[in-house]
């Protein structure tokens, strides 16, 4: 593809991201992605030739969750001593850091709640596929506590901080906890810690 071919390419699919980051899924349109990258709407169409495979496209263009050799292998504060335990708690407290972070990621979480359309669909499936090369990845030890649905768990949290981020764009509280501030987020953090130690490895689940 010859250079300024690549080059509208390029700028019509930061213009879907740039999009979501800053005005939300509701305004991903023909016109309004156009209007983003400066460009005649006819581009879009001759580039990729609907509205569906622009988004196809742009979602196997970008990394939209945070990968999971970074989410595993990132530092976090929580001290822990048992591997499944540290394991977990730092991929919680890592993506809890990552969605946070990246606004792109956060919006298309709150689209896959509220749509299903090619995109959302497309990476609900990729980040499925993610959680399941997770549990492969850890480090299980079934004398720890094999009566602790470890999957399940995992899931509820990793469920709730979703939410709570999705949440903090129109709220400034949470039952209380300022999540618009480091330390609201610091004793969110904290609290994961304190769960996965409680119901994974010390309390026997009847």
Not at 40 to 63: C, H, N, P, T, W
């Amino acid at each position: 593809m010859p250079r300024d071919k690549m080059a509208t390419r390029r700028k019509i699919l930061d213009a879907v991201g740039q999009l979501l980051a800053r005005e939300g899924s509701s305004q991903i349109g023909i016109n309004s992605i156009a209007k983003e990258a400066g460009i005649d709407k006819v581009m879009i169409y001759r580039y990729f030739g609907s509205l569906e495979k622009l988004l196809i496209a742009f979602g196997e263009d970008q990394e939209i969750w945070p990968p999971l050799e970074l989410l595993l292998k990132k530092k976090t504060e929580i001290p822990r001593e048992n591997a499944l335990e540290a394991a977990i708690t730092g991929y919680l407290a890592n993506y809890l850091a990552e969605l946070r972070r990246d606004a792109i990621a956060k919006e298309i979480a709150r689209w896959s709640l509220n749509e299903k359309n090619t995109l959302t669909i497309m990476l609900s499936n990729e980040r499925e596929k993610q959680s399941k090369n997770l549990m492969n990845q850890l480090p299980f030890d079934q004398n720890a506590n094999p009566e602790a649905d470890i999957v399940a768990i995992t899931s509820l949290l990793h469920a709730g901080i979703t939410h709570l981020v999705i949440n903090a764009r129109q709220s400034d509280y949470y039952m209380g906890i300022d999540v618009k501030s480091a330390r609201g987020w610091k004793r969110i953090e904290n609290a994961l810690g304190d769960l996965i130690k409680a119901f994974c490895f010390q309390r026997k689940i009847s």
